[in-house]
């Protein structure tokens, strides 16, 4: 009986384009019954709900892991001194962050998955690491501004007020 409901579940947890898809092929003349509907009494759905879940899984920890890479490649190529597109990484980041973020919404049931919550903490640790680099790196870059601000009004400047305001302490 728990595995009907759990079978039941998964098939009110399936989001509408699912559905979509199933109406389309059975408008095109190959209609076939949704693996994950209830039916009492048959072992082979069950079956069946369990390799649709590890499909999600997969499809998951393939986006997890997707995001992971970018993030390290990043993360290696600031800490290394490389070159870096910043506005290709960023648009690649959040490409693969709305992804996960979809994936996560669609599939929320997964989040109590061993395997899927140490690829998460796993994640948070390279992207933590990342913004720390990251954040390095901006400080460094205002740093540098701050010096070529600096350096551009003391070029302007003739020294003409400069004298003055030091004597009247301003």
Known sequence: MQAQEGAAAVVMEQPGEDTEAMTMEAASGDALLPVLLPNVGNEAEIDGADGARADEM?????????????????????ATGKKVDFDDFSARKSRSMLEFVRLMRARMHLGSEVEITEEIQRLRQK????RSILEMHYDAVREVATII?????????????TGRTMQDGK
Do not use: F, M, Q
């Open 127 to 130: 992207l933590e690491r990342n």
């Open 149 to 161: 601000v600096k350096a551009i009004k003391d070029a302007e400047s003739d020294g003409t007020y």
């Open 58 to 78: 997969r499809g998951l920890l393939a986006a997890i892991r997707r995001l992971e890479s970018i993030v390290e490649e990043e993360t290696a190529a600031l």
